[in-house]
């Protein structure tokens, strides 16, 4: 039997003593598409990060076609991986022909240009990831979707034989998801082993060749999707109701989830609105407590971000030291309007995000968490102020100790009753 692309053994990660990886061990044989499934929080991202070496396990070992890239150069170890990363947030207005062309940087000289073969390997990316027709415009002006297959294509000129990606068809419509995964079927086909992050298990079963199924910082089954998917295994990770049938059309597994009476223990949906670190706590109790979560406006760069991957929650990112421009705060009223509550954490506040505060203070379902006084962190003048106000008068302020508490009652009530439960607090004491 030959190697196989990719071992794990044993891994441990932990995260400001949080488990997010408990003794993960799996393998992934030479030409095959592995989808890692699972809720939010169940530690995909981290996972993947752990594969490429951007992660070191604080216990066990993960190789790459029998080596630890760990002990590669970065160059070497870019020859063996490419990745493509949940967020393809870019600081740097590129145009997207340069973007792909950094795929090629593993494999051109350091002193050298790139060759006609670099050149063809950069236009055949860019062709079968359909952004040939905006190849000179820059990255930072495409949509969501079109940086992502950009970022692919990037992958793709890398021509590496492990491919792994993290969520790739996320920010996608219907035809350019499906259009993505039969491109991942077919490098696959020509000898590549590719491991994705995939929430869409209809999808999953429908490409993958095998699925490991991880909940709470293990692998719950690996297999076939047929063997992975059923209705045991996707309540008991999904914590609900859920029944398993073979699609009419494709004869693959179809997931279909239901809210029934046991549905109403799941803790629920919350978006965060964080910046600067401020929520990287709350984040952590919300997860440990069940809730789904996303987290935005933060910087790519940013604390709340980085913990935000750790823990597979939804982040809405903006390059470092970028305001909160319209695209941005209709993808945060989005995440609002689909929570069933939003926390604003402690954040600063200035001109830049007081765009997706004043979102917050739209909602009725809201939780305030107390910062101490606001002056220290209001660098937007009587505008921050104006919206402080705001966020005090319609949410439910309550000290972070009593965040979770809140943010179920928050859910429950639909926001009604939280402030006659708990009180509304400021730096100054409670207030009715």
Do not use: W
Request: charged share 25%; net charge negative.
């Amino acid at each position: 039997m030959t190697d196989p692309a990719i071992a794990v053994d044993d891994v441990v990660v932990e995260f400001g003593g949080v488990t997010v990886l408990d003794g993960v061990s799996t393998t992934v044989p030479s030409g095959t598409f592995v989808g890692l499934v699972g809720p939010n929080g169940a530690g995909k991202t981290t996972l993947l990060r752990t594969i490429t070496g951007a992660l070191d396990p604080t216990a066990g070992s993960v190789a790459v076609t029998g080596e630890r890239l760990a002990d590669r150069s970065s160059r070497a170890a870019s020859r063996l991986v490419a990745t493509v990363p949940q967020s393809t947030a870019s600081t740097f207005a590129f145009d997207v022909r340069r973007i792909v062309a950094m795929g090629r940087t593993p494999h051109v000289d350091r002193l050298g240009s790139p060759t006609p073969a670099d050149r063809r390997a950069v236009a055949t990316a860019m062709e079968r990831t359909d952004v040939t027709d905006f190849a000179d415009r820059p990255v930072t002006e495409v949509s969501g979707g079109e940086r992502q297959r950009v970022f692919l294509a990037r992958a793709l000129a890398q021509d590496t034989p492990v491919l792994l990606l993290d969520e790739p068809t996320s920010d996608l419509d219907v035809n350019h998801q499906v259009r993505t995964l039969e491109l991942v079927a077919a490098l696959v086909e020509e000898g590549r082993t590719v491991v994705a992050a995939i929430h869409d298990l209809d999808l999953a079963a429908r490409y993958c060749d095998e699925l490991r199924l991880l909940a709470d910082g293990r692998i719950r089954a690996a297999g076939p999707p047929e063997s992975v998917l059923t209705d045991a295994t996707v309540e008991a990770a999904f914590d609900t109701r859920a029944t398993v049938v073979d699609h009419p059309v494709t004869g693959t597994a179809s997931v279909t989830a239901f809210a029934g009476v046991d549905a109403g223990d799941a803790a629920g949906r919350v978006h965060v609105v964080g910046g600067g670190g401020a929520a990287t706590p709350l984040l952590h109790r919300l997860d440990a407590a069940g809730f789904d979560l996303s987290v935005g406006p933060v910087g790519a760069a940013d604390r709340d971000a980085e913990t935000a991957r750790a823990l597979d929650a939804d982040p809405v990112t903006v390059p470092p030291y970028a305001s909160v421009d319209d695209a941005t705060r209709a993808t945060v009223a989005e995440r609002v309007r689909r929570a069933d509550a939003t926390v604003v954490a402690p954040v600063a506040v200035a001109d830049g995000n007081l765009p997706a505060l004043r979102v917050a203070g739209e909602t009725t379902s809201l939780v305030v968490v107390d910062g101490g006084p606001f002056e220290a962190r209001n660098h937007a003048g009587a505008a921050g102020r104006r919206v402080d106000a705001t966020l005090r008068e319609r949410g439910h302020v309550v000290a972070a100790a009593d965040l979770v508490d809140a943010v179920r009652t928050a859910v429950a009530a639909d926001g009604d009753g939280v402030r006659s439960q708990y009180g509304s607090v400021d730096s100054d004491g409670p207030r009715p």
